[in-house]
């Protein structure tokens, strides 16, 4: 966990006091619709189809089990009883009324958790890798740089007005869980030949209307650098990007029209002015950030414990071991994984009561942290292996051990018509229903990895382009229809998927998918390649013929 | 269902209300004859032309203190005189989320 010190304190209560003024203001009418909405936009505040919307932010996925009772009681005493967790590391509220917001975010603020640059054009949420600190083989805890990124763009004035809104991501893992190739600047930790540590800086990843993979802009950049160089990107863009049209605002259209050589070039010059000033980050700085991050003392235990070997014994068990719980750098240790996608439920949806009881087991079993993944599930990171039966069961009871993580009902879904102004088409629906087609643990099983990812609009809030199999939202004349694509991925080899034909009826859009899942079990060249390997190998061609010829 | 925010000109082709966001809460509200607003559709003002249209959009941001975001949207008259909302978005926003919450309310 970090721990805020007074400034970062300070900051947070003077922006709730400020925020609610500027409500107070807006609901007296001294303040315009026109004038409020930038305020409350970086203040995380939406205004959806039926409600308002607050954005919290989850830096870095790292949550205290007392911050997740916080947001238990946020969803009870001012929403609805629960919360969504996103694809950026955010929790939203759906129904919260303006009037009560402040106190809303009062409360919070209590416990160290704000929503400031959850929207807006400025440096959103910096997201990491959810088993960050814990995953073996790991350069070294991303969460330290995460840090240091979140406290330099957080109120960064120059950054405040961007032409479009802007996203970084880091990874120090060698498979990617960030999904850094999809963000405006990704960041993968990795050491040079010297053995320094630095980051491989990626820039002009995103999806929505025009998506693109991120492309390299510098294989290495010295961790002492990292700012002077972050900034040097920002400067070009805030120079260069488009402020005339918002679908040709992000960085990645900056990126593409210049071609990645010119815009580096450009970056570069940018940054010989003053790569050695002020930014520069010495060992003290960069110690004071680690020093704040603590880790459990971890008592030596066994492996391979008597209660695991007893419990390997039980199918359901082993069928959620399998699947929710991974390696720890720590031998006796494991990271497990809470899955958020129950059969026939809204993917990344909590209720308070699954929270505070999720808190209470972390108090008894991951020495009281959480942390949140962009695929909309959560982790335990500090799990004793010994505790693993026992922790199953109590997960079980309530409803967040369905044994399908990283399998085909582990969807990830935008909340799209049901609750979002952007939407074209629903979202959580065709989730729902496809989590009842694959709800049988053997045949998910015998599929294997798969991941789905639905947007119900352009938007790709549910990054659809980077689904195994990706599902986009559309309209026409009035209905709802969906676009099929495969083959795309979020992880160090990431790809945008293809098109795989014409847009389907709302009513048929779960049996194409079962159609398109068939199709794979026939053509894939043994039971260990994934869905996604037989796509690239074969191309999408042999997917069509199969799943179009009957329709 | 295309979204309002990208509505670029006013033209009806069949019975229209305004329909916006009540600020305080967010709450879906209709302007009604009386140059207020309501939570119910019924109590929508109906507009059938596009200068109606305009008119009555005009009139009713200029409540910028209680509403958010106004906008036409498209209802059906039942030959009952029942009005129901003109596609599925405004379905969704009158009677609710089509799925089950997660807390029943």
């Known amino acids: 966990m970090y721990a805020y010190d007074e400034l970062d304190r300070a900051v947070i209560n003077e922006r709730v006091d400020e925020f609610r003024d500027q409500v107070k203001r807006r609901l007296s009418?001294?303040?315009?619709?026109?004038?409020?909405?930038?305020?409350?936009?970086?203040?995380?505040?939406?205004?959806?189809?039926?409600?308002?919307?607050?954005?919290?932010?989850?830096?870095y996925g790292t949550l205290s089990s007392s911050q997740l009772r916080r947001l238990a009681h946020v969803a009870r005493r001012y929403d609805r009883g629960y919360g969504h967790f996103t694809t950026r590391q955010n929790i939203q509220f759906n129904w919260i009324k303006l009037a009560e917001l402040p106190d809303a975010l009062a409360d919070l603020a209590e416990v160290g958790i704000h929503a400031m640059q959850t929207s807006g054009n400025n440096t959103r949420n910096v997201t990491s890798d959810q088993w960050a600190g814990v995953a073996p083989g790991e350069i070294e805890d991303p969460r330290i740089w995460s840090e240091l990124l979140r406290q330099y763009t957080t109120l960064h004035p120059e950054f405040s007005f961007l032409p479009r809104k802007f996203k970084f991501a880091i990874t120090a893992s060698a498979h990617d869980r960030a999904a850094i190739k999809i963000h405006d600047i990704g960041l993968r930790l990795h050491k040079n030949a010297q053995g320094d540590t630095g980051f491989e800086v990626l820039v002009g990843g995103g999806l929505g209307r025009t998506p693109f993979i991120a492309?390299?802009?510098?294989?290495?950049?010295?961790?002492?650098?990292?700012?002077?160089?972050?900034?040097?990107?920002?400067?070009?863009?805030?120079?260069?990007?488009?402020?005339?049209?918002?679908?040709?605002a992000r960085i990645k259209i900056l990126v593409h029209e210049l071609g990645i050589e010119k815009f580096a070039k450009e970056v570069e010059q940018e940054w010989l002015q003053m790569r050695d000033g002020a930014l520069t980050l010495d060992d003290a700085v960069i110690e004071d950030i680690r020093s704040r991050f603590t880790y459990p003392a971890y008592p030596k235990l066994p492996h391979m414990p008597d209660e695991l070997k007893k419990a390997a014994h039980d199918p359901p068990f082993e069928a959620w071991r399998k699947n929710s719980v991974a390696q720890h750098k720590i031998p006796g240790y494991a990271i497990v994984t809470l899955s958020l996608k129950p059969v026939g439920g809204p993917p990344g949806d909590a209720t308070a009561d699954q929270m505070d009881a999720i808190s209470d087991l972390a108090d008894r079993y991951s020495f009281g942290e959480i942390r949140v993944g962009h695929e909309q599930n959560l982790a335990l990171p500090h799990v004793a292996r010994r505790d693993l039966p026992a922790l199953w069961k109590a997960l079980d009871n309530i409803g967040l051990a369905t044994p399908n993580v990283n399998l085909v009902s582990d969807i990830i879904a935008c909340?799209?018509?049901?609750?979002?102004?952007?939407?074209n088409a629903r979202s959580i629906p065709i989730a729902q229903e496809l989590t009842r087609r694959f709800a049988n643990h053997a045949t998910a099983d015998l599929i294997g990895r798969l991941h789905i990812n639905i947007s119900g609009c352009i938007n790709a809030c549910g990054h659809h382009h980077v689904g195994h199999i990706g599902i986009l939202g559309v309209e026409k004349n009035g209905e709802e229809f969906y676009q099929i694509t495969i083959g795309g991925r979020a992880d160090e080899n990431a790809e945008l998927g293809t098109l795989i034909g014409p847009a389907v009826p709302y009513s048929e859009a779960a049996d194409v998918i079962e159609d398109i899942v068939e199709a794979y079990l026939a053509l894939r060249a043994r039971p260990d390649e994934l869905f996604v390997d037989t796509v690239k190998r074969l191309g999408v061609e042999p997917f069509r013929e199969r799943v179009y010829a009957t329709r | 269902?295309?979204?309002?925010?990208?509505?670029?000109?006013?033209?009806?082709?069949?019975?229209?209300?305004?329909?916006?966001?009540?600020?305080?809460?967010?709450?879906?509200?209709?302007?009604?004859?009386?140059?207020?607003?309501?939570?119910?559709?019924?109590?929508?003002?109906?507009?059938?032309?596009?200068?109606?249209?305009?008119?009555?959009?005009?009139?009713?941001?200029?409540?910028?203190?209680?509403?958010?975001?106004?906008?036409?949207?498209?209802?059906?008259?039942?030959?009952?005189?029942?009005?129901?909302?003109g596609n599925l978005r405004e379905r969704i926003r009158l009677h609710g989320v089509t799925i089950d919450l997660p807390v029943p309310a």
């Open chain 2, 1 to 85: 269902m295309t979204s309002p925010l990208e509505q670029k000109k006013i033209r009806i082709t069949g019975p229209s209300v305004v329909t916006a966001n009540r600020t305080w809460d967010g709450a879906v509200i209709y302007r009604t004859d009386g140059q207020d607003w309501s939570v119910k559709l019924s109590e929508a003002a109906i507009v059938r032309t596009s200068d109606e249209a305009r008119a009555l959009l005009a009139q009713s941001v200029v409540d910028d203190v209680g509403a958010v975001g106004a906008y036409i949207a498209p209802v059906e008259i039942k030959d009952s005189g029942n009005i129901k909302p």
């Open chain 1, 29 to 59: 009418g001294e303040l315009t619709e026109d004038e409020f909405k930038m305020l409350r936009l970086q203040n995380g505040v939406y205004l959806q189809l039926h409600a308002y919307m607050l954005r919290v932010a989850i830096p």
């Open chain 1, 215 to 248: 492309k390299t802009i510098k294989p290495f950049v010295h961790g002492h650098d990292l700012l002077s160089y972050v900034e040097a990107i920002l400067r070009v863009y805030n120079q260069y990007g488009r402020r005339d049209n918002i679908y040709k």
């Open chain 1, 415 to 423: 909340p799209g018509l049901d609750y979002c102004s952007l939407a």
